[in-house]
């Protein structure tokens, strides 16, 4: 067992690694900036060649993942909580036709406006389109968190999760597994 001193965006990102991603599509804005850079700096992301895009916008960047989790590879969207609001449509179709490889939403909510104009709660979001929504409350338990739901998406439900995460931006060391099955 490996152990990584990462950031909560970090986590998340090598979460999705381990869990055989094959793409992340994203619009640059912080705190979800650091997701895709991760993502983008990793070596083992490299050798396992999983695609990596900056999109022109939310909605472009979401149905780039939508299209890439219809050919049933994992895919991962990545924003700020604003961001959903650009993607609105895409992200409500999705609940309906659903998906085939596993797809996660990423909506980095910003408590207290660190880095953002305003606060908004992606989490209705999920509630409204009757997806389920997980927040994770740090770095361990975000790893944990996006293995067993890429895991489960691949086995059994193949539907489309928003996972909503407030960034908190503290460190801690983290005791990964190496292809975690649940």
């Known amino acids: 067992m490996d152990k990584l001193l990462l950031l909560g965006d970090e986590a998340i990102a090598q979460a999705a690694i381990d869990a055989g991603l094959s793409g992340v599509f994203a619009y640059p804005g912080t705190p979800s900036t650091e997701i895709t850079e991760y993502i983008q700096?990793?070596?083992?992301?490299?050798?396992?060649?999983?695609?990596?895009?900056?999109?022109?916008?939310?909605?472009?960047?979401?149905?780039?993942?939508?299209?890439?989790?219809?050919?049933?590879?994992?895919?991962?969207?990545?924003?700020?909580?604003?961001?959903?609001?650009?993607?609105?449509?895409?992200?409500?179709?999705?609940?309906?036709?659903?998906?085939?490889?596993?797809?996660?939403?990423?909506?980095?909510?910003?408590?207290?406006?660190?880095?953002?104009?305003?606060?908004?709660?992606?989490?209705?979001?999920?509630?409204?389109?009757?997806?389920?929504?997980?927040?994770?409350?740090?770095?361990?338990?975000?790893?944990?968190?996006?293995?067993?739901k890429f895991s489960s998406l691949a086995r059994k439900e193949k539907s489309v999760h928003l996972v909503a995460r407030k960034c908190k931006g503290t460190i801690q060391r983290l005791d990964f597994k190496a292809r975690f099955v649940c």
């Open 41 to 148: 700096d990793s070596k083992q992301a490299k050798e396992l060649g999983i695609r990596s895009n900056w999109a022109a916008n939310e909605k472009t960047a979401m149905e780039a993942a939508l299209g890439m989790s219809y050919a049933g590879k994992r895919a991962m969207f990545c924003c700020k909580h604003v961001g959903i609001n650009v993607a609105a449509d895409p992200f409500m179709n999705s609940a309906i036709t659903g998906a085939n490889g596993g797809l996660i939403y990423v909506a980095a909510d910003d408590p207290s406006m660190h880095s953002s104009q305003d606060e908004q709660d992606s989490r209705f979001y999920g509630d409204f389109a009757l997806i389920p929504v997980l927040e994770p409350s740090n770095q361990q338990e975000a790893y944990e968190c996006y293995q067993t």
